[in-house]
C-alpha cells in the first residue's frame, strides 16, 4: 500500500534519528544532490498537482501524507468516459458455479507461493531484485494458465523501467461483449523505506499478500475451467509504492483503446489480522459506491468473516488509477486502516506475522467477484 513515492537512501532514517552518524552525513550530500530533482505530487483527487522536490516529499513521507506521483501522468490527459457502473450487479445470482471454484482454494498454495516471492532482497520496481521477482512472477502465472491453452493468456506490460506489470486474461465467449473487461488486481512491488534500493523489503503483506491471494483465485479458476462471458483480467502491477506508476500506465492505456471497464478491484495486503479480529476491511472512500456495495455483498454470500467499511484516503493503492482514468474501481484490505500491519515498507514485512486462512477469505471474494461480474444480466 502507498503512502509516499521517492526515497533518499537513509534520509529518512536521518530524519527520525535511526541511523548511524556516518550514514547520516552521507545521505545530507545525497539529497542535497537530489533537491534539484522535482515531481509533480497530487494531494487531493481534484488538486492539478505541485511539483516538490525529494526533500519536500520526505516531508509528506513523514506525516504519512499520501499522494499520487503524476508527472508521467498529468491531470490534463483526455479521458474519453464519465464513470459508469450501471452493468453492475446489486445481488449475487450464481452462487453454486462460485461455490465450485472456492472449494478447490488451497492455503498451501499461497503459502508456497509466498515463500518464494518474499525470498527476493526486495521488490522494489528499479532494482535488480524487482526485475528477477517479477520474472519470476510472470514465470509461475504461465505454468499455471498452461493447461488453459488459448482460453487464458498471460502477457508482460512493459513500463520504462525494468520490472514490468503481468495481465493474465480469461478471455470472454460472449462477442457482443468483446470490449468489457472485469479487472482484479494486486500490486507485485515492495519498497523499505529506509533503503528503497538496496534495503531488505520482504513486503510478506505489502502485496505479497494480495499478489498470492489472487494468483490462488486465477489458479482454481484456470483448472476448473472457467469460460466466462465477459473478459476477466487479474493484474499484478509494478511501481505502486512509487505512486501507483504502473497501474497509471496500464489504465492509460486502456483509457486511449477506448476498453470498457465493468468494474475492479484492487487488493492490497490480505493477511494481517487487526487487533479487533478478523474482518474484511472494504474502502469507502475514492471508490465506486455500486462497485462497493457489491462487495458488500459477496463478502456476505461467500466469506466466513464479516466485513467492516474503513478509509484509506486519497490514492493509497492502485484503484485511484483507474477511478482517475474514469473507471469503476474498489479496494479491499486486511482490516480497518488502523488496525492494519505496522510493519510494512520495512525488513520486517514478514509471512510469519500472516494468516494464510485470511487470504482465502480474499480469494473467496475475488472468485466471488470474477464469476459474477463475468455474466451479462438480463
Known amino acids: ?36 530533482d522535482r515531481r509533480l505530487i ?29 508527472t508521467d501522468h498529468p491531470p490534463t490527459v483526455a479521458i474519453n468516459r464519465l464513470i459508469n457502473a450501471d452493468k453492475v450487479p446489486a445481488e449475487t445470482s450464481y452462487h453454486e458455479e462460485v461455490k465450485r471454484f472456492i472449494d478447490d482454494l488451497d492455503t498451501g498454495n499461497m ?27 510472470l514465470g509461475r502465472i504461465k505454468e499455471i494458465a498452461e493447461p488453459a491453452n488459448d482460453r487464458v493468456t498471460v502477457e508482460p506490460f512493459h513500463h520504462k523501467w525494468d520490472q514490468f506489470s503481468i495481465i493474465a486474461r480469461f478471455n470472454g465467449t460472449n462477442p457482443d461483449l468483446d470490449n468489457e473487461v472485469v479487472i482484479i488486481s494486486a500490486h507485485q512491488d515492495s519498497v523499505n523505506m529506509w533503503l528503497p534500493d538496496f534495503g531488505r523489503s520482504p513486503g510478506a503483506d505489502d502485496d505479497g499478500s494480495g499478489t498470492v491471494t489472487i494468483l490462488e483465485a486465477f489458479r482454481s479458476l484456470v483448472d476448473n ?18 505512486g501507483l506508476y504502473g497501474s497509471q500506465d496500464v489504465a492509460k492505456a486502456y483509457n486511449e483503446q477506448g476498453k470498457e471497464i465493468v468494474a475492479m478491484v484492487q487488493n492490497d495486503m490480505t ?35 464479516p466485513y467492516v467499511e474503513t478509509e484509506c484516503g486519497y ?19 486486511e482490516s480497518a486502516f488502523e488496525d492494519s500491519n505496522p510493519h510494512i515498507h520495512t525488513w520486517g514485512d514478514t509471512i510469519d506475522k500472516l494468516s494464510f486462512d485470511h487470504m482465502k477469505e480474499f480469494a473467496k471474494v475475488d472468485i466471488g467477484f470474477a464469476i459474477e461480474m463475468s455474466h451479462e444480466r438480463k
Not at 2 to 30: C, D, P, R
Not at 111 to 137: P, V
Not at 225 to 242: K, Q
Request: net charge negative; aromatic share 14%; glycine share 6%.
Open 225 to 242: 475451467g472457467f469460460e466466462p462471458e465477459r473478459t476477466v483480467e487479474f493484474h499484478w502491477y509494478s511501481a505502486e509504492e512509487a
Open 315 to 333: 490514492a493509497c493503492s492502485d484503484h485511484a488509477s483507474w477511478r482517475k482514468y474514469g473507471y469503476p474501481s474498489s479496494f479491499v484490505m
Open 111 to 137: 503459502e508456497e507461493n509466498l515463500e518464494t516471492f518474499t525470498s527476493f532482497h526486495n521488490r522494489y520496481y528499479k532494482s535488480s531484485w524487482g526485475a528477477r521477482s517479477c520474472a519470476w512472477l
Open 271 to 305: 493477511g494481517y489480522v487487526g487487533a479487533h479480529g478478523e474482518v474484511f476491511g472494504i474502502a469507502t472512500d475514492y471508490v465506486n459506491e455500486k462497485v462497493t456495495n457489491f462487495i458488500k455483498k459477496l463478502v456476505e454470500a461467500y466469506a466466513d468473516i
Open 1 to 36: 500500500m502507498k503512502h509516499f513515492s521517492i526515497f533518499t537512501a537513509l534520509g529518512i532514517a536521518a530524519a527520525v534519528g535511526v541511523a548511524a552518524q556516518a550514514g547520516e552525513q552521507a545521505v545530507l550530500k545525497t539529497s542535497e544532490h537530489h533537491q534539484q
Open 42 to 70: 497530487q494531494l487531493s483527487e481534484n488538486d492539478p498537482g505541485t511539483w516538490l522536490s525529494e526533500y519536500e516529499i520526505l516531508t509528506l513521507v513523514q506525516q504519512r501524507t499520501p499522494f499520487m506521483d503524476i
